[in-house]
């Protein structure tokens, strides 16, 4: 069973409509933490952990990067707290992305709103083991728009967004005939659009992870059950999860 963690906030800041990006500093959890896992976080005065992903990390700095957008009560919590201050974490928790592509290969990374900040860290870590990166990053609009340089410094970037105020007007799915060839690929977004993805992509290697509420965090509530696809039972977000290999869970 894991311990909880105090991490101390180093940096918090809105970089997007309603989007905290938050540094926080804690040597297990940095040197621990590998790219698609999540933190469970403490919120005050809430019984419920939050489960937000791990967007990057510095092994020498001893951080790790959160960000989570303000959508309820909670999160609006959590954003109130102010570097200097300390939160209680579980994590890192679940299980991430596979970094499987070899050098030399292209692999595509197709995020959707706040699914988009696992990726990075993903994609920092398989582009310095040296294969090519090809990423979409799907927003609702302008302002809710983030990292846009950071993706764009790993590989060629699209981005697209629902109402067309910049990039390409639509889904994250409508640029998959314009990247070109990629051998294998990771999403994390909604699940209309894994649905999409999946589907679009059917056949070929990949990953995708979900974003769910959850419980415990640790596998023992079974507040984050999902259908195998095969029939066989469920699958558990927070312990099985929160990636699968596409095709692995009923969407
Ligand atoms: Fe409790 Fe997944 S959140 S089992």
Do not use: W
């Given at each position: 069973?894991?311990?909880?963690?105090?991490?101390?906030?180093?940096?918090?800041?809105?970089?997007?409509?309603?989007?905290?990006?938050?540094?926080?500093?804690?040597?297990?959890?940095?040197?621990?933490?590998?790219?698609?896992?999540?933190?469970?976080?403490?919120?005050?005065?809430?019984?419920?952990?939050?489960?937000?992903?791990?967007?990057?990390?510095?092994?020498?700095?001893?951080?790790?990067?959160?960000?989570?957008?303000?959508?309820?009560?909670?999160?609006?919590?959590?954003?109130?707290?102010?570097?200097?201050?300390?939160?209680?974490?579980?994590?890192?928790?679940?299980?991430?992305?596979?970094?499987?592509?070899?050098?030399?290969?292209?692999?595509?990374l197709a995020g959707g709103g706040i699914g988009v900040p696992p990726l990075y860290y993903l994609g920092k870590t398989l582009k310095s083991n040296g294969v090519k990166l090809i990423s979409i990053l799907g927003f609702?609009?302008?302002?809710?728009?983030?990292?846009?340089?950071?993706?764009?410094?790993?590989?060629?970037?699209?981005?697209?967004?629902?109402?067309?105020?910049?990039?390409?007007?639509?889904?994250?799915?409508?640029?998959?005939?314009?990247?070109?060839?990629?051998?294998?690929?990771?999403?994390?977004?909604?699940?209309?659009?894994?649905?999409?993805?999946?589907?679009?992509?059917?056949?070929?290697?990949?990953?995708?992870?979900?974003?769910?509420?959850?419980?415990?965090?640790?596998?023992?509530?079974?507040?984050?059950?999902?259908?195998?696809?095969?029939?066989?039972?469920?699958?558990?977000?927070?312990?099985?999860?929160?990636?699968?290999?596409?095709?692995?869970?009923?969407?």
């Amino acid at each position: 069973m894991k311990k909880a963690e105090e991490m101390q906030i180093i940096k918090a800041s809105e970089i997007a409509r309603d989007t905290v990006e938050m540094v926080l500093r804690n040597r297990y959890i940095s040197q621990h933490a590998a790219p698609g896992q999540f933190l469970h976080i403490h919120v005050e005065g809430h019984t419920l952990r939050r489960p937000i992903s791990i967007a990057d990390v510095n092994h020498e700095e001893e951080t790790v990067t959160i960000l989570f957008k303000i959508v309820g009560s909670g999160t609006r919590q959590l954003a109130a707290n102010r570097p200097g201050m300390s939160i209680n974490a579980l994590g890192p928790n679940g299980n991430g992305f596979p970094v499987l592509a070899q050098p030399g290969k292209t692999v595509l990374l197709a995020g959707g709103g706040i699914g988009v900040p696992p990726l990075y860290y993903l994609g920092k870590t398989l582009k310095s083991n040296g294969v090519k990166l090809i990423s979409i990053l799907g927003f609702q609009s302008k302002v809710d728009i983030f990292y846009e340089k950071e993706f764009s410094q790993l590989g060629t970037t699209f981005i697209v967004t629902d109402d067309g105020s910049y990039g390409g007007k639509g889904f994250v799915t409508d640029v998959l005939d314009d990247t070109g060839l990629f051998e294998l690929y990771y999403s994390c977004g909604p699940g209309p659009m894994l649905q999409a993805m999946t589907e679009k992509l059917k056949g070929k290697p990949g990953y995708i992870s979900l974003e769910e509420r959850m419980g415990c965090g640790v596998g023992t509530c079974l507040a984050c059950v999902i259908p195998a696809s095969n029939g066989d039972g469920y699958k558990k977000i927070c312990k099985d999860g929160p990636v699968f290999h596409a095709g692995e869970v009923s969407l």
